[in-house]
């Protein structure tokens, strides 16, 4: 019988023969169409291409463990995606369409009329967006590391080099339908195993495991702690273990012991045994929610934490470059809201999934909860209800979808930043494109060479971390230059600058553990909120200060952008 690695790598080698096969037929015809902006397409492929991009390894392994860890008001940050697409389709693309900016770098020099406002901007976009492709990277290790037990520098060479494939060799990453064909593989991929594995759970009797409390073992496991961490203990739990918890030692041998609700540091090399029904500990970063939380649909009271996340996702979406190049390819306005109402029916469609595979976790996957690894969930949960041959088949489908949700989401942002490196530049030939796309996709493999901690941040962490430098720096800038005639090209570049340095200063005092507590979390870990209108306020302010820099032609601009058919 065919074993699980070697189905799973069959499985990748036919998806990786098919992702080269389709750039090749769905390539670019001329050397300078880097951008989908100048070829119209119907609104279902388009819709189908912007879901594609947009479904990478954060959403197709991450999404599921964010309900398995917050319940089913997880399924509120689809919704902050689904508003930040409606935000981008009404407020920014018609007036950059009419401008004739395909990118916000094209759109900065445009309307600030400097090409230093326009290499800040382009900074920025490079910055999240090669955070972004980290994601892709640390994802693509995980993978191999998981199932087939290949180091993970072997999966990052392998992603580069296919991506410099596809991007060079076929300049698929800029075509409509390859990103929509591979969106459509993608949906199958995580959407039949999860209708199979509700089938299934619900053909035994639709066990909940507890039907009050917080989750409990529904069967008696062993759970290894790979590196030191602090669990969470809500209830007396009875558990016997190998290994060092608080510094003190235990061989396994001294029976069961009893750990009374409080936080506990458990070393790396620990070897934590559950009986049935004991309760599980979580992650010191996990909450810890009984069934009726679990099952609670509202956003619940305020907290700081996730409402600037879910600030982040709305405004991350208006700057990251792939999505809004995406809306060009419309034919015209009513074309663009029919995309953007399939895109939306879309993106339902796809949020089931991840709701199906994090209420099945919660009965048959609690361990995650306690090593933080939720982004193992969806790989995991074959192989728990449906140990043999069919578990294998659906584990590899998902894996070869989660193969291409990484190398296509490598494609699309590659091409988006070769294209804005190479305009940048000033030279937007096919040699500048190429040199923009190995510096895209060499600067996250530097990330991790000069900082390999990295790559055990959870995929939402860093995606998040993206999301939050494209929310403070290109939406304020997008958002202030179509709607506000007072922009200068200092004021511009001043809150981008702000913008990056105070998401930078934040992250790296999340990680030093220099925190602001306010309620409902902390600042420095999610700190949108209050970065976004801070730099809005410098940009105003500074723009003020500099007014006798706003562009003599800036009325001639703003009708451009917001009177269809006025004539420049």
């Known amino acids: 019988m065919t074993s699980p690695m070697g189905g799973a790598l069959l499985a990748l080698t036919a998806l990786l023969a098919t992702l080269l096969v389709v750039g090749y037929l769905t ?14 397409v119907s609104s279902r492929s388009a819709a189908a ?78 910055l999240a ?88 073992f529904h069967e008696s496991m062993g759970v290894d702690i790979d590196q030191g961490q602090h669990v969470v203990v809500s209830e007396s739990t009875l558990v016997r273990v190998e290994g060092r918890i608080n510094g003190v030692a ?36 996990l909450p810890v929610l009984d069934t009726g939380e679990w099952n609670g649909v509202h956003m619940g009271p305020f907290t700081w934490d996730g409402y600037s996340i879910y600030l982040a996702l709305v405004l991350g979406v208006i700057g990251l470059p792939q999505f809004v190049a995406r809306f060009y390819g419309t034919t015209g306005p009513r074309s663009a809201r029919r995309t953007l109402i399939l895109v939306l029916a879309l993106l339902s469609v796809f949020s089931v999934a991840p709701i199906l595979l994090g ?26 209800l449906l140990p043999g041959s069919t578990g294998m088949v659906l584990t590899a489908l ?31 030939d096919r040699r500048a494109f190429w040199g923009g796309a190995v510096l895209a996709l060499g600067l996250p493999l530097a990330l991790i060479a000069l900082v390999p901690e990295v790559t055990e941040l959870g995929l939402n962490v860093l995606a ?37 340095a105070g998401t930078a200063l934040c992250v790296s005092a999340g990680a030093l553990g220099w925190t602001t507590d306010v309620e409902g979390g902390a600042v420095a870990l999610a700190p949108t909120l209050f970065l976004f209108p801070l730099t809005l306020a410098v940009m105003v302010t500074v723009s003020w200060c500099t007014r006798h820099r706003v562009p003599a032609d800036v009325d001639e601009k703003l009708a451009r952008m917001h009177l269809p058919g006025h004539a420049s």
């Open 27 to 40: 390539r670019s015809r001329a050397t300078s169409d880097f951008s989908v902006a100048v070829r119209p």
């Open 49 to 126: 291409a912007v879901c594609g991009e947009f479904l990478s390894a954060v959403l197709f392994l991450g999404s599921s463990g964010i309900v398995l860890a917050s319940g089913v008001r997880g399924a509120w940050f689809f919704s902050g995606i689904a508003l930040g697409y409606v935000l981008l389709a009404t407020l920014v693309i018609a007036p950059l369409r009419r401008s004739g900016a395909y990118s916000p770098s094209d759109f900065a020099e445009w309307r600030l009329g400097s090409r230093v406002a326009r290499r800040i901007v382009t900074a920025s976009v490079v």
């Open 129 to 216: 967006s090669v955070l972004y492709l980290l994601v892709q990277y640390v994802a693509a290790g995980m993978l191999t590391r998981e199932l087939t037990h290949v180091p993970e520098w072997g999966a990052w060479g392998a992603l580069l080099v296919l991506t410099l494939s596809v991007v060079l060799g076929s300049a698929g990453g800029s075509s409509t339908g390859f990103q929509a064909l591979h969106f459509w593989f993608k949906l199958v991929a995580i959407g039949l195993p999860a209708l199979v594995l509700a089938g299934v759970w619900w053909g035994h009797g639709g066990d909940t495991g507890t039907m009050s409390g917080p989750p409990v």
């Open 250 to 285: 235990y061989t396994g041998e001294d029976g069961a012991v009893v750990l009374e609700p409080g936080m506990y540091e458990v070393e790396g090399g620990t070897r934590m045994s559950f009986a049935e029904g004991a309760p599980v500990p979580h992650r010191s970063f």
């Open 359 to 384: 209420g099945l976790g919660r009965v048959h996957t609690p361990d995650l909860l306690v090593t933080g690894r939720l982004d193992l969930l969806p790989l995991e949960l074959p192989k728990r």
């Open 398 to 428: 998902l894996a070869a979808g989660a193969a291409a949700a990484v190398v296509t989401a490598s494609v699309a942002l590659t091409s988006a930043v070769a294209g804005m490196i190479a305009q940048c530049a000033g030279a937007g």
């Open 464 to 500: 998040l971390v993206a999301f939050q430098v494209s929310a403070v720096t290109v939406a304020p800038l997008l958002l202030l230059g179509i709607w506000w005639r007072g922009l200068t090209d200092v004021g511009a570049a001043s809150g981008v600058l702000f913008g990056m």
